[in-house]
Each structure stands twice: as C-alpha cells, then as structure tokens.
C-alpha cells in the first residue's frame, strides 16, 4: 500500500501529460496534476499511518512552490527543476546528518525497515556518502535531459527513467547489506515455515 502512495503522483504525472496530444498542454496538465496528486499522498497517507512522511512533505512543498511558478508564469522551466531540488535537498540532508545525530539518515532509514541489520559504523557512512552522490548526479542528470531533450523525452525520463535508476541503486544498497543480516534463532530454527 505504501508504495502506492509513494508513486502515486508521479504516475498521475506521466498519465496526465499523455492525455493532450500537445505536449505544451499536456506538460501544464501534468503539472496541476501532480499538484493535486500530491496533496491527496497527504491526507491518504495521513487518513492511514496518522502521520506525514517528511519525504511526502518536502515533495509536496516543492511541487506547490514550482508547479505554482510553472502554472502562474506558464514556463515549464520550473517544474523542470523540482526532481532537482528534492534530489539536492535530500543529498543535503543526507550530508547533514553525517555530523548531526549519532546515526546518519541511511542508517536511521534502514533502522526503520529492518532491525536485523547490524554493520560496522564505516559500511553506513559509505551507503550514505553513496546515496549523498547518487542524489547529486540524479539531480544534474534530470537538468541534463531537461535542456537537452524534447519535453516528452524529459517526463519519460523523469517517471521512468529515473526510477529505475533508483530501484538499480536500492538494490546494490540492499545486495551490499546482505552480508550484515543477523539470523535470529526463530529464523534459523523454524524450519522455513
């Protein structure tokens, strides 16, 4: 269900901006979308778990914040940007939490996944420091295709691209953390049941 939520306005996204045969109207359409599809991850996600997702949060500010300038000043250029900026904004924090804290924000991130991982403080700072330049390359590659490329090009390279891109990387995160699952004697004992 969550991952539902999560992708939620990205698929509204791409589903809108195919709707128009223009792509000048489909990118304005695609745009008031993933607005209102963001809005809607927040009270579902709310109505739910009975709480926000920072992540759903800081998305949702910056697609009210470019998608509004896109929408009022009609330049795409702004909801162009915004995979960019949360991109940057979550290498930012990624970074930040490396000297604040005593778990930086991958480490805290799995901590809430799967307590059976238990890895030496130097595998988390090179997940994290990995994440922290897998953000910043995200980010430069989304401008790249932006100004390089045709709209349509971009949005699907934004919806598909880019998310294979993130589920590759999750799973040489997850594929280099293998080593450092703990079995507990339930798991070991039960026989596979």
């Not at 979308?33 to 997702?53: C, K, M, S």
């Not at 594929?175 to 798991?187: D, G, M």
């Amino acid at each position: 269900m969550k991952f539902l939520i999560d992708f939620f306005p990205l698929l509204a996204f791409f589903i809108a901006f195919k709707i128009p045969e223009d792509t000048e109207q489909g990118i304005y359409l695609a745009t008031a979308t993933l607005i209102v599809a963001t809005i809607i991850q927040l009270v579902v996600n709310w109505l739910i778990y009975r709480r926000f997702e920072k992540t759903h949060v800081v998305t949702f500010l910056v697609v009210l914040i470019l998608g509004g300038a896109t929408l009022l000043l009609h330049d795409e250029r702004f909801i162009k940007w915004k995979p960019t900026i949360v991109f940057w904004i979550f290498a930012a924090v990624a970074l930040a939490s490396e000297f604040i804290g005593d778990r930086n924000l991958f480490r805290r991130f799995i901590g809430m996944v799967d307590r059976n991982i238990e890895a030496p403080d130097f595998v988390w700072t090179r997940l994290n420091l990995s994440w922290i330049i897998f953000f910043l390359v995200l980010g430069f590659l989304n401008l790249y295709v932006a100004y390089n490329f045709d709209r349509a090009v971009w949005v699907d390279f934004k919806v598909i691209g880019l998310t294979i891109l993130n589920l590759v990387f999750m799973a040489g995160q997850i594929f280099y953390l293998f080593r450092y699952i703990k079995h507990t004697p339930e798991q070991a004992g039960d026989g596979g049941k």
